[in-house]
Nanobody, 128 residues
Framework: QVVLVESGGGLVQPGGSLRLSCAAS????????MGWFRHAPGKEREFVAA???????????YYADSLKGRFSISRDRDTSTISLQMNSLKPEDTAVYYC??????????????????WGQGTQVTVSS
């Protein structure tokens, strides 16, 4: 079993930056990919970014098209941690951000169904 714990959310002004982290513990050898999703009020949970954790495409990163260039995902295998660097934040980035882990295939990498373990979520609020 894998347990995920997020940290790093908070309140930031438009144009600012935040860095989220997610630490995995437990049976991390079963993880093939880790990612971030977000859930804004009145909207469905949506894919943000993901990184391959093991296998042929280890280290490959994937992003929602609308977030490329502003968000960056990274991984640290030594600490079983992934991070999400968010720059040039906008009010529409306000959401609860969730870390996820699982064994998605390429077609499910950007879907909720591709992940079996979720963190508790961390609030990101972009407001002046």
């Amino acid at each position: 079993q894998v347990v995920l714990v997020e940290s790093g959310g908070g309140l930031v002004q438009p144009g600012g930056s935040l860095r989220l982290s997610c630490a995995a513990s437990g049976s991390t050898s079963n993880i093939h990919a880790m990612g971030w999703f977000r859930h804004a009020p009145g909207k469905e949970r949506e894919f943000v970014a993901a990184v391959r954790w093991s296998g042929f495409s280890t280290g490959n990163t994937y992003y929602a098209d609308s977030l490329k260039g502003r968000f960056s995902i990274s991984r640290d295998r030594d600490t079983s941690t992934i991070s999400l660097q968010m720059n040039s934040l906008k009010p529409e980035d306000t959401a609860v951000y969730y870390c996820a882990a699982g064994r998605p295939i390429r077609s499910t990498l950007e879907t909720i169904q591709g992940y079996t373990t979720w963190g508790q979520g961390t609030q990101v609020t972009v407001s002046s």
